[in-house]
């Protein structure tokens, strides 16, 4: 059977939701419980919205006008670099009833939350959500330190009804991303030289094999070569969207 692999690129503007002029693309993904709707806000940032509940995952405020988005029933932060934890995008989309999950690195600048080690498991807002570990093996700077170094950061494997959704944060193809199982939606992250090749990515992909691939966070990286890539991997759906 050949592989199913697509660029779609549709946007719509959420202002219905109250976010005005705004225009982002959406996907939506059907599981057991109803539909799971993820909004592709750019850069590693995204938001969920599944039975009533908004996630939102790393704002970043360079990217959207937060007070003019849903609030939040939960914020993931995967780790302490500034374009994914943001504590003003985080205020102005959060109310006196939002959680916030955020990786261990980040309990300086977030007082009031949850953090969650490598390996954690927890049930918050109703939803199964396991902090895969998320850092570097080969990329690092001039001083010779990984951009990030293994146990600060996580990757975040949420459970909508009935599909598993991995959103990787940075990472590369690390032993515990390629040993993940029954993923049915993968973010995997393409920003050059701080997370994975194309090539990185395919790899992993190919390893732990998602249903749906999203490459984001992805910046000056073409990702029609991820596309090239995975021509031959079979049943995996690869699914571009505005993810620069």
Known sequence: MKPLVFLILFSVAIG???????????????????????????????????????????PWGKLADYAALPKADLILVTHSHGDHLDPDAIAAVSTDKTVCVFARNCVQTLKKGIPMGNGDVKTVCGLTIEAIPAYNLVHKRDSGAHFHPKGNGNGYLITFGNKRVYVAGDTENTPETKALKDIDVAFLPMNLPYTMTPEMVADAAKAFRPKILYPYHFSDTDPNRLVELMKDAGEIEVRIRRMR
Do not use: P, Y
């Open 16 to 58: 219905s939701a109250g976010a005005g002029s705004q225009a982002f693309e959406k996907d939506r993904i059907e599981t057991s419980a109803g539909d799971l709707e993820i909004t592709f806000i750019g850069h590693g940032t995204l938001m969920f919205a599944f039975e009533k509940k908004v996630i939102h995952v790393d």
